[in-house]
């Protein structure tokens, strides 16, 4: 049996592409003589979809198509594809078995996630049977998604007669995934002696990215093939049947990204079909001359193409002629324009408008002067406005709201400083478009004589190991300070997470790569006595 797995890129709230896109990968699957071709979990209207399932056009225009995407196997392979089921007021995530015309059978998602960056409690019901589909004698077990994490549903199609398992996904890339993937999968073959394959979306949707990294895997738990990370890729894969038993001989193997190139072509993917969805032409962002603007413009001439990306260097007096050096060395090995404009008049203009103001608003009023000339520089240019900031610097809140904090996207929102550093190593290594004098010299935000980001924050590597353990880890004070960090070092990052909620609220969307971004997986209210209270009781510790 010939199967194609379409991994594709199919976008939320893009119904007639989304068709189109399915309408060219079956006519392909079908030319080169398919059994059957599958499509990912909701490749027809995009993962996640979120309150459109609320629209009532939405749905209907969804189910039209879909039925047009059934009339394509009259005359064409057989087709499974994940989409919406509606059953009276009742949604459910589904996928569809399609042939000659006719729909053949349909599996509702059973296990339903409602944690994390997933809330589809919210819009769906839980499927309750797990019955095969019967394709040409064979007996398909499709699992969506979040059924193969749990052991019940591989169970009862194997149980039911089986012949192979099938996953259709929309998983959300964050490092480690793809093992930790693989590792579920390699249980749920082993525990029912079946061949899986497992096909994952591929594509960015605001702040999630899909990476594709589909596989397929015999009943000893071994892959026999893996696919393309990051790009689509759909492959047909070839069962045979010896012995009663399915399996499939090794393919021609994906090519391999170690962590950083993987990690660093995400953010690439990310900004990009962000820009893209949402109609921009290429980026504008500032450079500083320090590390974190320096991989953004690396970062947006990969996503964009040089002649695409708009650099402006904005001075004050704290500026030091070494970024000035650094920010115009950057351009021109980026082969980007870069145009200096000073803030120095706006400054004066502002302290006479203003009068005495403390040291701290004068400081924030530089970076808001600096976002002014930006947002303006991007709405005359079209372009997306990059927001520099690293995952270090917004969970600790060292940004200025309105400043440094304005843009339309934030590619390295959940980048903590240290690993920025290595990102930048790893692009420096492939070309040297980022001056090496950056990667050392004490980071600052220059707003002050002498200023260094040391100056009011733990250096990076502690701090970033200390927010890994509160954020990703989610571990107690006393639990980290028992890990050998300084308590009331731990007390005070602790501090500063909490402090910079309202913050985060206000913060350009940026794509997910750790196990919890400081987004949707992190939803504490802005106003919470909890804080205070913590930080007293820490005190009388």
Known sequence: MSVVLAQGNFRVGHLQ???ERIAAFHQLATKIGADLIVFPELALCGYPPQDLLFDRDFLARHDELLAQCAQLTQNGCTMLIGALKRDGDALYNSAFLFAEGQMLAVQDKRELPN????DEKRYFRPGTAARPMNL??????????????????AHEFAEAGADVLLCLNASPFETGKREERESICKMRALENDLP???L?????????VFDGSSFVMNGDGE???RFAPLREDPQPVHLTRDNGRWSMPPGTPAEAMDEDELIYQTLVLALREFAGRNGYKGAVLGLSGGIDSALCAALAVDAFGAEQVETLFLPSPF???ESREDAFACATRLGIA???VSIEPGMHAFARMMGAMPKVVLEENQTRLRASLLLARARRSGRLLINTGNKSEMATGYTTMYGDLCGHYAPLKDVYKTLVYRLAVWRINKGAPIPERILHKPPSAELAPGQRDDDVLPPYPVLDAILEQLLEQNLTIAEIAACGHERTTVQEVQRLLDAAQHKRHQAPPGPKITRKALANERRYPISNGWYVERSVAGKSN
Do not use: I, K, M
């Open 196 to 198: 899986l394959l497992y």
């Open 17 to 19: 592409a989304n068709a």
């Open 200 to 208: 994952n979306l591929v594509g960015a949707q605001d702040d999630l």
């Open 338 to 340: 870069c145009e200096e």
């Open 223 to 225: 892959v026999a093939a």
């Open 115 to 118: 944690s994390g960056v997933f």
């Open 319 to 321: 500026t030091s002629q």
């Open 136 to 153: 040409h004698g064979v007996r398909l077990g499709v699992l969506l998604c979040e059924d193969a994490w749990t052991p019940q549903a």
